[in-house]
């Protein structure tokens, strides 16, 4: 009978290959549902605001350097096709607020051409310019 007792016990064993199937699931299921922040690709010593308020996230960021260069998706672009790229990342993910963090130095002009861009696009667009605060 001892013979009997050791055979049962060796043969006890638990199955997690059930278990690894479910969490790789879970995994597959949390990577695919995971939404990505888009920066613009660059720093810019934005202007402090006193009175800001929150606004909601978007995925369109525009950056503005102090020397005019216009910044979206991590690469430089024409102030004139702003409003193609703008259309370009929509199709990728649709949002109606795009983010504009303009340097504190940056032309007032380049800003007032990113804008039109971007009403060119699509007049119903959100245009947020985010300072410190923001």
Do not use: C, Y
Not at 32 to 52: H, L, R, W, Y
Not at 90 to 119: C, F, L, N, Y
Request: aromatic share 4%; proline share 4%; no cysteine.
């Amino acid at each position: 009978m001892a013979r009997k007792r050791i055979r049962e016990d060796e043969e006890a064993a638990i199955d997690i290959t059930p278990m690894m199937d479910i969490v790789f699931i879970m995994l597959i299921f949390f990577i695919v549902t995971t939404s990505f922040v888009k920066e613009a690709g660059i720093d810019v010593n934005k202007p402090e605001a006193t009175q800001a308020v929150k606004k909601p996230s978007a995925t369109i960021f525009i950056a503005i350097r102090a020397n005019g260069e216009v910044w979206m998706d991590k690469r430089p672009v024409d102030v004139e096709r702003v409003s193609a790229n703008i259309e370009r990342l929509r199709a990728e993910s649709p949002t109606d607020t795009i983010i504009i963090q303009a340097d504190k130095e940056a032309k007032h002009g380049v800003v007032m051409e990113v804008m039109d861009q971007i009403k060119a696009a699509d007049p119903a667009l959100v245009i947020t310019v985010a300072g410190e605060n923001n």
